[in-house]
Every structure is written in C-alpha cells, then in structure tokens.
C-alpha cells in the first residue's frame, strides 16, 4: 500500500512544472521558461525511472523503441521543446544574436505563446503518465521464432513488405496501406541491416545495404527532412546495442549536421523538382551543392527561418488558441465521431466525405489561414486535444494517447514472441505515426487499420509456422 501510494505522488510530480508555470502566467517570459523546462525535467525523472523504474528485462540499449523512449523522445520532444526558437525570434533574436528590442503587446503575444507551452508542458506529463501506468513488463511469452531464423525472416519481411505496399497504392481505396507496409519494409530492412553486420553474412548485409539505400534514396527526394532524419536515427538505434561508441561518435554528429542542411537542401529541392523545372535527380544534386557549398549567409537565414516556423507548430497553436473558445466553441466529442467515420475505407463508402476537407475546415473556421489559399495547415494531435476540450481535453486525449501506445507495444510483444518482432519491428513499423500526433481523423484511422494488419501479420505468421506457440 506504501509503494502504491509512493507511485501515485510520483505520478503527481510529473505536473509539478505545468502548475508552477501556470501560478507564473502572469510573467509570460518566466511563465515560458518554467513550462519549457519542465519538459527536461519530465524527461530526466521518466528516462532514469524515478517516476517508475524501466523494465529491467532487457538492457535500455535494447529496449529504445518502447514508447518510453522513441515515442516520448521524438513525438514529446517535437511538441515540447522546438518551440524556443519561435520564442526567442518573438524577443528580437535573429541567428542566436539580439537585432531588435521586442515591441510587440506583452499579453497578445508573448502571453499566447506562453499559454501555448503550458499546454505542451501538460500535454507531455499527460502522455508519459499513461505509457508509464500501462508499461507491464516483462511481456509473458505465448509465441516464439527460432534466433538463427530471425535475421533472415526480417530481410524477406523487408523485400515482401515494399511491393505490397505498391500494391495497396494502385488499388482505389486502399492507399492507406501502402504507408503501413512502406515503413514496414524500411524498418525490416534497416533492423535486418542490423542483425546482419555483427553475424558477418555478407550476403545478407549486401542485400540489406541496396533496401536501405534504395529508401535513403526515397528519403532524399520526397521533398521532406523527416523521413531523412528518421532512416538514419533508426539504424543507429538500430546499431547502439552492439557498436554503442562507434554509433555515439558518428550518429550523433550526423544527426546535428542533419538538421544543419537539411533546411537549405529541402528549400532548394521543392523550389526545383516541385515547380517542374527539374527532376528530383538533378534537384537533389542542385540542393545539395548548396547546402554544402552554398553562401553562408543565406544557408544561416534559410536555417533559422525553419526552426523559428517550421520546426515548431507553436505559431499555428496561438491562432487556434485565439479563437476557441472566443469565436469557435469547443468541439467536445464532434472531432472523434468524424474520426470514427474515417475509419471505413474508401472501397467500402466511394461517396464517404474527403477527411482532408473535414480537417480544414476548422483550420478555416479559426482563421488560421484564408479559404482560398492552397496551404495544408492541419492541427496537430494536441491542438485537435485542446479544441475538443481546453485543458481538461488535453489531459484525457494525451493520456489515452500514451496508454494506448503502450498497449499496443505490449500486445505486439505478446503476438510476436518479443522485443524484436513485437516492439522494434511491428510496432515501429506498422505505428510508426505515433511518433509525430497528427490529427484525430488521420492518426486514429491508422491506428485501427494497422491494429488489424499486425493481426493479420501475425495469423500469417502462425499458419506458415514461422511463430510457434511456446
């Protein structure tokens, strides 16, 4: 009873930031900075299991893609902590240097901005609660594959997986497969890479090294940074267990030179393989040069524009804020039920409504940006929280959202006979958008539909006895 009640106020602790930023809202700058904080301070007491102590049947080196660690790290970093540069350009700092005295209206601005990171500063210990109290390992074993067949199970799920996903893309109405099994084939490839360096199958390291240049490829001439940044942190997580210095002194330094270039390197390309000058061979050749070799000025001014506006989503936050409640009410249960109705496929429901026009329409209805423009500027999931509820819609749909992330790596470990298969291959894989909240519609529709193919992965996998019950 004592170590029950002993979680129940370390749990408490968890919010301790978000209370004291709120008893400081009037103070909008410090108000910010406890908010902001508290978020390292979530993660400091949650990544060393003060709050509740990390499974212990695997090392932490081994168990990174549990949603304590991937999901937290990347979907709370992201939402939490990327807003500081907006903060600090809304202060007058320009490239790190002051260039002008802020002048703007304390309470319309920097006090929405503070609101704001109150509500991500909620928002994580809301989602770390839940991941926490439904993080029950270790998981028991009802399934099981033989070790010497795992790495070369994982380089076949890898070559099936991508051609599947084609199939899904060319047949009307089922498109929202081909994500699933995509990252499914990029996440086999790249753990199957993994397995194979350290065992010395040359065969297998060669075929896994072509899988995973063809998606770094794919990677680098989408137009987008997240799926770069993303296949190189994934194969040194990956790596960390077996080579952890190795991967410390190169990974590391590649991901910060990452986020260095890729702003300049993703300017130039959209600006030539998206306008049809090029195509996206010659424009990732163009964007490269000058990310690399470019002038030094403008690679510093296409950087921190990116971080000030594009890295954070805290400025759309602020308009959403604005005007609900004061113009748009609270929409209570209304985003879920459209959700629900986003779960029937297309080649089921042909006349079913665009769940793109249901999302933008409340982006329009807050003003946040103008009905004749051809801009996508889709709330993310804490925003669509923050609608369906204020602060107390917050804190129930950010604590489902982290329970329901550990129920389901939970349950992928018990379906596939452990962390390999369960966690760092289906469940990356196949939920691979838990990593980044997006919106209500698009991100439960995925959930559900991947819920259903790691059932029916798994069924497969029974009948052609490659999992056998233990």
Known sequence: MQQQSKSIERYIVL???????????????????????????????????????IPNDRPIAEQLMRPLFIIQIIFAGYMCCTSIFFFMNTL????????????????????????????????????????????????????????????????????????????????????????QFSALSFIAGTLALAFAIPLKKSANTLICLLLYAFNFYQALTSGFKEPIIISVLVLGIFLYPTYKKLVAITFIPIIFLLFTVLPTYNHIFRANAWNGDTNSDEASQLALDAALNGDNSDVEETNWDFLV????????????????????????????????????????????????????????????????????????????????????????????????????????????????????????GLFQIMWRGISFEFLFNTIFWSYISMLLIHKVLISSKILKQV
Not at 335 to 351: D, E, F, G, M
């Open 15 to 53: 919010f301790i930031p978000w209370l004291l930023a709120l008893a400081c809202k009037s103070d909008s700058v410090l108000s910010y900075f406890i908010a902001w904080g508290g978020s390292f301070f979530i993660f400091l007491i949650t990544l060393t299991g003060w709050v509740r102590p």
């Open 92 to 179: 007058g700092y320009e490239n790190f240097k002051h260039v002008f005295i802020h002048t703007l209206n304390d309470k319309d601005t920097l006090g929405l901005i503070a609101q704001c990171q109150r509500y991500y500063c909620l928002g994580h210990a809301s989602f770390v609660m839940g991941v926490l109290i439904f993080m029950n390992y270790p998981v028991t074993k009802k399934y099981h594959i033989e070790t010497e067949k795992l790495a070369n199970l994982l380089m076949m799920l890898a070559i099936i997986s991508f051609p599947l996903s084609l199939l899904f893309i060319a047949i009307p109405g089922l498109s929202q497969f081909y994500y």
């Open 309 to 428: 506006y594009r890295l954070s989503e805290i400025d759309m936050f602020t308009r959403f804020v604005q005007s609900t409640p004061k113009n748009v009410g609270f929409y209570g249960t209304d985003l879920v039920t459209q959700s629900a109705v986003a779960l029937v496929p297309r080649i089921l429901w042909p006349s079913k409504p665009i769940t793109e026009d249901l999302i933008m329409q409340r982006v329009y209805d807050a003003g946040v940006v103008n009905r004749n423009s051809t801009v996508s500027a889709k709330p993310a999931y804490i925003v669509d929280a923050y609608l369906s509820g204020g602060d107390w819609g917050i804190f129930i749909f950010l604590f489902a959202y982290g329970a329901l992330a550990q129920l389901i790596a939970v349950k992928a470990e018990k379906l596939f006979g452990g962390y390999i298969l369960g966690t760092a291959l289906i469940f990356s």
